[in-house]
Structures are given as C-alpha cells and as structure tokens.
C-alpha cells in the first residue's frame, strides 16, 4: 500500500540556518503530496502541497518539489526562524484526493 | 480561515466508561470529516471516514462497535470510544474536508488527549 517515509528527528538547528527535511513516498499513480506543520498545542495545518509531478509548493518561505524519479517531497528553507520549531508531517493523499496517509513527523528545534 | 475545534482537549476517564469526543468545524460546512489517532512519535493514523446522513466508513483493524461514530450534521462530527480501556489512550484527531475548493483539502482540529486509568 501507499506510504511515507521521512526522517526522524529531533532536528535541532541554530536560527538562520539552512534546512533539511526529507521525505520520500510508495504509491501506485499519481498521488497528491503535502507537508503539514503542528505547532506545539495546536492543531495540523497544511504547509503546502503539489498535485503533480515538477510541481513546487512554497509558503513562508518553505519549499517543496514533487520529484516523480525519486518519489521525493523534500522540505526545504533557506533560513529557519525560532517560530519554525514545531513537528513536520510529510503526507500522501491517493487519487481520491481524500485519505491522507502520514509519515511519522520530525520535530524541528530552532535555536537562537 | 477554516477552523475545526474539539471538546475536550483532554480527558481522563475510569476503565470500563464511554468518552465521546467532539468534532465541530467553524465557520464552514463539512459532508466529511475524518478521525485519526497519533501514537507518541508516531504518524497519525486514519480510523474511519465519516459523512454526513450515512454510516462511517472504518479502516481496516479498527473496531467499529468500540469506536461509534455519528456525523448528524455538516458542522458536527462524534467519536464515542465505548467501554474505554487503558490501550485506548492516545491523542484522537479530527479533520473537516472543505466543501469549497481545493476540495480535497483537510482542517484539522487541535485534538483530545484520551487517559484511560
């Protein structure tokens, strides 16, 4: 079946600095990839996402490119800030566009 | 934006009771909500698909007699965990399916803690 697979965390970086979060997916056709963040006490909300392949999703400042080849979802962003820190969710949904299916969240730290 | 909230955001119940937790999205109507369970240091889990006027849909391994749901309009979803036991502590999560595009996008609420002693 579909699944996730992203790195464990903790992550634990100095603010300003470049960040890491990889993801990679298992499915058969054409699922649709996002990124959720939780921060602490509330709720999961989207990121982003990309429906298709070569499709870069971006908001503030975090991007993400939907890499067919590698069946990657990388999350990327240039400079992290101390309101980063919070838990990253990497996610799949199938063709129905409505179960989502999780990896296991890496908890992201920013120091100043 | 699109809120989804749930009641209580803890609660810590005896073996044996019934919790019914509660799922209400806002400011937006919602055919379809769905409840998810997160393990510490886990993903979150996918437990059932609810609609509105009709029977969950449960996913594979989870007891539909233990865990009801009932989704008896569009802004209110509910989970009952039924004769809890201490196995069924876990943090529940709900989320509402926008009827607005992008449609397949979900809100999220901010959870219930469950304790069963």
């Known amino acids: 079946g579909d699944s996730v697979t992203q790195m464990e965390g903790p992550v634990t970086l100095s603010e300003e600095a470049f960040l890491t979060i990889n993801c990679t997916y298992t499915a058969t056709g054409y699922p649709s990839l996002f990124w959720y963040v939780q921060y602490p006490g509330e709720g999961l909300q989207l990121l982003l996402k990309a429906t298709k392949a070569d499709d870069k999703g971006s908001n503030k400042g975090f991007e993400a490119t939907y890499r067919k080849e590698t069946t990657s979802f990388h999350l990327e962003k240039g400079s992290v800030q101390v309101s980063d820190s919070a838990v990253y969710f990497c996610a799949l949904s199938d063709q129905s566009g409505y179960a989502l299916n999780f990896g296991k969240g890496t908890s992201l730290l920013v120091t100043p | 934006g699109a809120v989804v909230s749930q009641h209580p955001s803890r609660v810590i119940c005896k073996s044996g009771t019934s919790v019914k937790i509660e799922c209400r999205s806002l400011d937006f109507q919602a055919t379809t909500m769905f409840w998810y369970r997160q393990f510490p240091k886990k993903s979150l889990m996918l437990m059932a698909t609810s609609n509105e006027g009709s029977k969950a849909t449960y996913e594979q391994g989870v007891e539909k007699d233990k865990f009801l749901i009932n989704h008896a309009s569009l802004t209110l979803s509910t989970l009952t965990v039924t004769s809890a036991h201490p196995e069924d502590s876990s943090f529940y999560i709900c989320?509402?399916?926008?009827?607005?595009?992008?449609?397949?996008?979900?809100?999220f609420g901010p959870g219930t803690r469950l304790t069963v002693l």
């Open positions: 989320s509402a399916l926008g009827l607005a595009e992008p449609s397949n996008e979900q809100f």
